[in-house]
Structures are given as structure tokens and as C-alpha cells.
């Protein structure tokens, strides 16, 4: 069993890490992805437009998925980029006719000019009139995909491919979290953010120690109860340590496997496991002995017990993880925290030898973890904190639980990490926003990677390194997306864990 | 067994936990470990009965295994699987090594091998790993439309589907 004054004296002696909290920006951010295709531009007479948009929708029905709401169906004369100018200006510009742009799927060139034809302007003089003369001309031109992301880019792209709209509504809602959410979540995380990063190195601290696993740890908060103190008790003591709904630290080297020994048990003596040195897959466990899978799964082994099942926890636990665990299984009958440790001497100079007895504090509910019952539903609404970046296993197993949002020091970015975006020394983004140049980059960078793997990936990679960046927090092709923050130290006490043994964290 | 017998045998295995896990309210998606022609670990979908959104069909399979056997041993282990892996098993089979994956469909809000991402064959300190999707892919999509089309009571906000019907078309006409 665990001492509950012991865990008392770890949580008064963590001292809060200082530095800033600052949101992980998302890859489409970080690097606005510019798709460009190709595009139909047909000269129609200007009394018809309303019928030719009608006839084209009705005709080639729009993609839903892709509106392509941010290109203008027609252009005058006046408002066609210059480069463009000679090709689709024959003659002297008239205001009896206006430009319409037909957007891919492209249909069948035959299809589509007599579709049009009706449409066609009027010819210049009476006497050309006959049939061959209603013929509409398709140019081709080139147009980007994606709405523009700032007024900028509208006006460059208005400028030198075809006039864009800018709705700065549109293009935050799918790369990027709306900033008032993320400014609330970042408000509510940044007060005590440095003792939870600071709990979970103790929790770090007693996986590697124990020879169950490497350095690496979670702490699980619920930012509801962590809002429901601050409220009530200040900065008072160790009541930041209540919001805490679990934490876990790793145990990759804990299990048995084909009913032989664990690396742990087959170490002789105390301290860290020896396997940390290096990487051997062989011996690494499996993701789901990560802390950040762990944590998911003491959450539903606590929740499954809270519906009268069995839990079916067969990995051993740590004193913190012991604790935590205890305050969010059961219902209120075994409080841990004193509540008045407000007095000047710190408790740990308090303690006796017949230990302090714990006084039942009042909490806005009993158990800490919410049940299913109150709403409780996987890790909805909870946030996590880590001493590492985790893996790409562990980032998506974060998102399939559905937690709010990921903490952790920059300090602890791993190459196998699945939550960077960028390189932390960013390089000065040059905003070019033509295409061939915009190929050019491209091109190189994949062949990068061809060196790489020999494979090309869609992904950024880091020139030194190697390594990803996938800010899997938030992408908007996954279902799942939760608010993803780095804590950047003020002043830094270990090297970053990128330089060390590359594993997964 | 002919070789692509033998592939139809083990995907028709891994449907056949695809249909337990329909039958017991979960996602249903199944998979076969199999090593040297014979199933060393099966699973399916838990996520419901063990309130834990990360225990897929693929983990449960693996830890099956590894009661049985070393974790070595899935360097020569293929998985046969209904669905396309997604991102967190695509990473996990890299970590575990695993020689090789079949797949019936594929995953495209979630798909870690192909779809979304391509963690098979992207940078990683562990060497990449083959795969092969279309495998009774049919039987795999329409095992996923039997299931979405029931209502999830577990969910925080069940949507009523009251009057859907089982889409049973493929390819063009779906």
C-alpha cells in the first residue's frame, strides 16, 4: 500500500518548472499547404451571367467536400490578372462581355462549349454574324484549391492567377483550432502548468528508478476540477495536486512475455534498468507500456471499476500511480490531501511519527474521475501532461481518447515524436505564393526524403535530424483533434531529450 | 495451400473476429497474427467493453501473442486485418516490427498506411514494413455499414438512425 504522507512530501517538494506555455502550431500552419489545378476561363456575354451559373451548376454539380467558394465565378475585364491579359483579351476589352471560370473536376471540352454556346457574346459586327462565330473559346488557366489564408495571399493570388475572395472565417476552421477556444485552454492551462510538468518528471523519476521502465511520465488533469479550486482554495498548498486524475509513468520493461521473465524482474538490484542505454528493440515493450497509453488505460480500468467490473490491471504500480489512482477509484471515504496546509512551516518539518490524519476536504465531487454517469466518457475534457513528446502511436492514441489537449517541455522532443510541427530554430518563411516556385520546393524536399527512406513521404522532414514533423494534435484530415502546447523553460536543466537515445516515448 | 488461398484463408479468419465484434457491440474490425502458416494471436475491437478508445483489434491480437511467444517473433509475423490500420496501429506494428500487413479496406479517416499517413514507410528508427490492401475488402466495408448503421448508445450524444438503410452497393454505383 501506498503512504500517503510520503506522496504529501513529494507533491509540497515539486518545484513548478517556470517558463511559458505556447499552442504547437498545426502543419497546415506551420506550412500552408498551396494545391493549385487547373481551370477552364470562358468569355460569355454579361445579360446571361445568371444563366450561365445556373446551366454550369446544374450541369456539373459542385463538389461539396471543395466549394471553391473563395474564387470569383466571374471576372471583368478590368479585374483579369495582367499576366493573363493577352490570352483571354482578343481585341478591344468590351463591358458587354465578362469572363467566367469553370473549376475542376474539369468536364469534357466539347460538352462544356455547347453547353455555353448559347452564352456566347454577341459578334462584334453584324455582318460575321452565322453560327461558326457563337463559338465559346476555353483557356486554360491555373487556380489554387485552398481558400487563402491571409489578405495577403488573396491579393497576390487576385493579382497573378484569378480574382479570390478572403473570408477570414473559412480557412482557420479547418487547419487550425479557432483562437478564442485556444486562448481559453491556453489561459486555463498556463497557471499550473510548470507543477504538473514538474509532477510528471516525479512521476518519470519513480518509472525509471524502479527498473520498470524509462524516464518518461504522464500526469492526467481535469481542468474542470482544476478551475474548481483555483476558485476555492487560491495558491494555497498542494490543492493544484486535486485536479489530478491519474498518472503513469512508463513500464516498457514490466511485462512478461511467452510467460518468461520481465526485463525488470531479470535485472538484479535496485535503480534504473540497464536496458536505457540503448534502443534494442527487442526489449522496448510495446506502446501501449508507454505513459501516455498507460494513463488512458488506468482511466478506463478506474471507470470500468466505478461500473462494479474487475479490473483487469495485471502491470505493477508505483507509489504516485498508486495514489492517484486510489482518489479517483474510490468515493470519497479515503481524502489524502490535508487541506490545512496553509500554515507557514512547510508540512514535511510538520510530520510526526504517528503521521498526520487526513481530514476529509470538500471537493465539488466524489470520485475525482467522472463517471459515466456524470458524463464521464473516455478522456473527454481532460488534459494531459508528459515529460516527452509522445510517439505517433501514443499522439493518435491521445486523440482516439479524446483529450483536450497535450502538454509538454520542449525539452522532451523526440525524432519519433508525433506532435512537432517545425523545427524549434523556424526558418524566416518567405511568403511566395507562385507556382512554379512553390514546385520547385517541393520537389527538393521529397527527394530529401528519397535519401532518407526511399520512400517519399507527405511529411516535413528535418534536414539534421530526419525526423518528422507530423503535429498529429490537430490535423484536419483526422476526425479527432485536441489543443496541443509546448512548455518552453526558462532556463533549461537538461539537455534536450532529442540528443539522446532515440526511443519512443 | 496455394499462396493466395492461403492469404483468403487468414483474412477470412480475421473477418470472422470482425463478426464477433459485431455481434458484442464493438467496431467491427479483426485481425490474425500469423506465423509460419499458423494464427498466433487474434483479436477485435474492445474500445466499448474496456471503456479505452486505444484498444483496437491489432493490441489485443499482439498481447495475445506475447502470452505465447517473445516479442522477437513478430519480426516474422504477418497481420491480416480487416481495415487499414490506423495512424496509432501503424506506428505500433513499426514498433513491434511486424514482417508484414494484408488489410481488406481502407481506412480513410484514419488509415496509417496509405490514406492519411504513410507511417509504414516513413522516417522511424525502426525499419519499414510492407502492405497489401483489397483483400475482401467488400466483405470488411460491409461488415463497417452493419455496424454504423445502429445507433451508439455508449456515445455522449447517440444520433437517431432510425430510418437508414443498409447500403449494399459497391464502386460506381455506391
Known amino acids: 500500500m501506498y503512504d500517503a504522507t510520503d506522496v504529501q512530501d513529494i507533491l509540497r517538494d515539486v518545484e513548478p518548472l517556470s517558463g511559458r506555455v505556447i499552442p504547437v502550431r498545426t502543419v497546415q500552419e506551420a506550412r500552408p499547404r498551396e494545391e493549385f489545378a487547373d481551370a477552364y476561363v470562358a468569355e460569355v456575354s454579361v445579360k446571361s451571367a445568371s444563366k450561365v451559373i445556373k446551366a454550369l451548376d446544374n450541369a456539373f454539380p459542385r463538389d461539396p467536400s471543395r466549394p471553391l467558394n473563395h474564387l470569383r465565378r466571374f471576372a471583368k475585364h478590368t479585374q483579369i490578372p495582367d499576366g493573363l491579359q493577352s490570352t483571354l483579351i482578343k481585341g478591344e476589352p468590351s463591358t458587354q462581355t465578362i469572363f467566367t471560370l469553370i473549376t475542376p473536376p474539369l468536364p469534357e471540352v466539347e460538352e462544356l462549349q455547347k453547353l455555353l454556346a448559347p452564352f456566347a457574346p454577341p459578334p462584334e459586327t453584324p455582318s460575321e454574324s452565322s453560327q461558326d462565330t457563337r463559338n465559346i473559346e476555353l483557356q486554360t488557366i491555373c487556380i489554387p484549391l485552398e481558400p487563402p489564408l491571409t489578405v495577403g495571399q488573396a491579393e497576390n493570388w487576385s493579382k497573378t492567377m484569378w480574382p479570390v475572395v478572403f473570408n477570414p472565417a473559412t480557412p482557420r476552421a479547418t487547419i487550425a483550432p479557432p483562437p478564442q477556444t485556444l486562448n481559453r485552454v491556453l489561459d486555463s492551462i498556463k497557471p499550473k502548468a510548470g507543477h504538473y510538468l514538474a509532477l510528471a518528471r516525479k512521476v518519470a523519476d519513480e518509472a525509471e528508478n524502479s527498473g520498470l521502465g524509462r524516464r518518461v511520465g504522464a500526469v492526467v488533469v481535469d481542468p474542470e476540477l482544476e478551475a474548481y479550486i483555483s476558485a476555492t482554495n487560491g495558491d494555497i498548498g498542494i490543492h493544484w495536486a486535486d485536479a489530478i486524475v491519474t498518472v503513469a509513468g512508463d513500464v516498457r520493461y514490466a511485462r512478461r512475455e511467452a510467460g518468461a521473465m520481465s526485463e525488470s524482474e531479470r535485472q538484479l538490484g535496485e535503480g534504473p534498468n540497464s536496458n536505457v542505454q540503448t534502443y534494442n528493440s527487442d526489449v522496448e515493450g510495446g506502446p501501449e507500456l508507454h505513459a501516455l497509453m498507460r494513463a488512458a488505460d488506468l482511466v478506463a480500468d478506474a471507470r470500468r471499476k466505478q461500473d462494479g467490473n474487475e479490473s483487469n490491471r495485471q502491470l505493477p504500480l508505483n507509489k504516485l500511480e498508486k495514489f492517484f489512482l486510489s482518489q479517483s477509484e474510490i468515493s470519497g471515504t479515503e481524502p489524502l490531501v490535508d487541506p490545512d496546509d496553509s500554515s507557514p512551516v512547510p508540512g514535511k518539518y510538520q510530520k510526526t511519527d504517528t503521521g498526520a490524519i487526513p481530514k476529509p476536504i470538500d471537493r465539488s465531487r466524489e470520485p475525482r474521475l467522472r463517471s459515466r454517469a456524470q458524463g464521464g466518457y473516455l478522456c473527454t475534457d481532460l488534459d494531459v501532461y508528459l515529460t516527452h513528446e509522445p510517439c505517433l502511436c501514443c499522439s493518435m492514441g491521445l486523440l482516439l481518447s479524446r483529450f483536450r489537449a497535450v502538454i509538454f517541455p520542449r525539452q522532451g522532443r523526440m525524432i519519433t515524436g508525433g506532435l512537432a510541427s517545425e523545427p524549434i530554430i523556424a526558418p524566416i518563411p518567405v511568403p511566395d505564393f507562385t507556382n512554379e516556385e512553390h514546385e520547385a520546393s517541393e520537389a527538393t524536399r521529397d527527394q530529401d526524403q528519397h535519401k532518407l527512406e526511399g520512400e517519399a513521404s507527405t511529411e516535413h522532414a528535418d534536414p539534421q535530424t530526419g525526423r518528422l514533423y507530423y503535429g498529429l494534435h490537430w490535423r484536419k484530415e483526422l476526425n479527432w483533434r485536441a489543443l496541443g502546447f509546448e512548455f518552453v523553460e526558462e532556463e533549461v536543466t537538461e539537455k534536450s531529450a532529442e540528443e539522446g537515445v532515440a526511443f519512443h516515448a | ?174
Open chain 2, 1 to 174: 495451400m496455394e499462396e493466395g488461398s492461403r492469404h483468403a484463408y487468414f483474412m477470412r479468419q480475421a473477418l470472422l473476429m470482425g463478426e464477433r465484434a459485431l455481434e458484442t457491440g464493438e467496431t467491427p474490425v479483426g485481425c490474425v497474427l500469423v506465423y509460419d502458416n499458423q494464427i498466433v494471436g487474434s483479436g477485435m475491437n474492445d474500445t466499448n467493453k474496456s471503456m479505452n478508445g486505444t484498444r483496437h483489434a491489432e493490441f489485443i491480437a499482439i498481447e495475445q501473442m506475447l502470452r505465447s511467444h517473445p516479442k522477437s517473433l513478430l519480426r516474422s509475423t504477418k497481420l491480416y486485418v480487416t481495415v487499414e490500420p490506423c495512424v496509432m496501429c501503424a506506428s505500433a506494428l513499426r514498433q513491434y516490427r511486424i514482417q508484414a500487413v494484408y488489410f481488406g479496406c481502407g481506412n480513410e479517416r484514419f488509415g496509417g498506411t496509405g490514406s492519411i499517413l504513410s507511417l509504414h514507410t516513413d522516417f522511424s528508427i525502426d525499419p519499414p514494413y510492407p502492405v497489401y490492401g483489397g483483400l475482401f475488402s467488400k466483405e470488411a466495408v460491409m461488415l463497417l455499414r452493419r455496424f454504423y448503421i445502429q445507433e451508439n448508445e455508449k456515445a455522449p450524444k447517440p444520433r437517431p438512425k432510425k430510418n437508414r438503410e443498409l447500403n449494399t452497393r459497391f464502386g460506381d454505383d455506391a
